[in-house]
């Protein structure tokens, strides 16, 4: 597609349940970015993706959360065991080399209630 | 962390009045960008500056970098009440490394 695609644009899920996000990036960059944003926050930093490499990890706030991408394109964020303070959107982008501009997906915003 | 942090958090002005806002950072880096957003979602890309590089303008913005005090400031100049948006900077350290963006700036341009 012309752009980052992410879906769903929203998701509503009870506490305890899993949820799996997706993001697919535009064809041919090779560097994922997964973000989350609170209400009026500033985008906390998740999980980044560069070509082969593998994954930086370090900004996951716990076990519950795990990504992947698959064939260097469609990357997919799960969430176990949902809890109420995992309430935010979540934000993916991609960009060509990783040190060229981001674009950004319209995120997906989640709801635990 | 490399984390940028803008400066101020909030800002209010008139419709044709120029805003500045200032990005900090901790660490080396081999880029800095500024983005906007709108409405919470996805941000949009505005202009990159790379570490050797000092100005950059681009239309109404004018991008500044003093790695010596590890610092950016965005200037809108005759700003529009569309220009209403937060604006974001992010930084990439050298190596294979995640771009990381501040808190960001609230701009609110009253007509």
């Known amino acids: 597609g012309a752009g980052v695609s992410q879906s769903p644009s929203n998701k509503v899920t009870e506490k305890g349940k899993d949820v799996e996000l997706r993001c697919d990036p535009i064809?041919?960059?090779?560097?994922l970015y997964w973000y989350r944003q609170s209400l009026g926050q500033g985008l906390e930093f998740l999980i980044y993706?560069?070509?082969?490499?593998?994954?930086?990890k370090s900004g996951l706030p716990s076990d519950r959360f795990s990504a992947e991408r698959t064939g260097g394109s469609v990357s997919t964020l799960t969430i176990q065991r949902t809890q109420q303070e995992d309430s935010a959107v979540y934000l993916c982008?991609?960009?060509?080399?990783?040190?060229?501009?981001?674009?950004f997906g319209q995120g997906t915003r989640l709801t635990v209630v | 962390s490399q984390q940028g942090e803008e400066d101020p958090q909030a800002l209010s002005i008139q419709e044709g009045e120029n805003a500045t806002m200032n990005c900090s950072y901790k660490t080396s880096i081999n880029n800095l960008q500024w983005y906007r957003q709108n409405s919470g979602r996805g941000l949009v890309h505005l202009i990159l500056i790379r570490s050797n590089e000092r100005e950059k303008h681009s239309g109404r913005l004018r991008v500044t970098l003093d790695t010596s005090k590890k610092s950016s400031s965005l200037l809108i100049t005759a700003s529009r009440a569309a220009d209403t948006a937060s604006y974001f900077c992010?930084?990439?350290?050298?190596?294979?490394?995640?771009?990381?963006f501040g808190k960001g700036t609230r701009l609110s341009v009253i007509a």
């Open positions: 993706f560069q070509g082969n490499s593998a994954p930086d």
């Open positions: 064809s041919g960059h090779t560097a």
């Open positions: 992010a930084t990439d350290a050298p190596g294979n490394t995640p771009l990381v």
């Open positions: 982008a991609s960009s060509f080399d990783g040190e060229s501009k981001a674009f």
